[in-house]
């Protein structure tokens, strides 16, 4: 690997790190024999973004679990769209989802459905997220590495 390095070195600029901290606001903790992500740093400045850091509120659930099938929400008009960022809450939680959170991924994607045309009640339900997201920032994605395996290897190509 040194060889490697040094090789590539003299034909462009590249800095080695074993143990990467953060790739993508992903923080990375690393031990002999697991990798745990979480994304803290980014719910944390969502619950800031959309002042949700003193709401006393807490939900053991992502989601109503009627919500999908309230008539009032399906039948949502588009002059109830209230003036708030729904789109912005709604892909930087699926981002997190994707990557670090699995556990709100139905809820999110079920969100995503109304990007264009969301009401009052589609907000409520994407703000109950982001502070079930605030009471759950314990909440990480661990990868243990069997001891019978081999240690994943990568490649890349930068161009």
Request: charged share 25%; proline share 5%; hydrophobic share 35%.
């Amino acid at each position: 690997m040194d060889a490697f390095i040094k090789h590539f070195n003299q034909t462009c600029e590249i800095t080695w790190k074993p143990n990467v901290e953060f790739i993508l606001q992903m923080k990375l903790e690393w031990s002999d024999s697991t990798v745990t992500i979480s994304q803290n740093r980014q719910i944390e400045g969502l619950v800031r973004r959309f002042n949700q850091y003193t709401t006393q509120r807490e939900y053991k659930t992502p989601m109503d679990s009627k919500f999908a099938s309230s008539d009032s929400v399906l039948a949502g008009k588009p002059e109830e769209r209230p003036e708030v960022p729904y789109r912005e809450l709604v892909c930087a939680m699926l981002f997190i989802a994707r990557y670090t959170r699995p556990d709100i991924l139905y809820a999110v994607t079920v969100l995503c459905r109304y990007l264009t045309n969301y009401t009052t009640a589609h907000w409520k339900a994407a703000i109950r997220i982001l502070v079930y997201l605030k009471g759950t920032t314990d909440i990480k994605l661990v990868y243990k590495r069997q001891p019978e395996t081999k240690p994943i290897e990568l490649f890349t190509d930068s161009d």
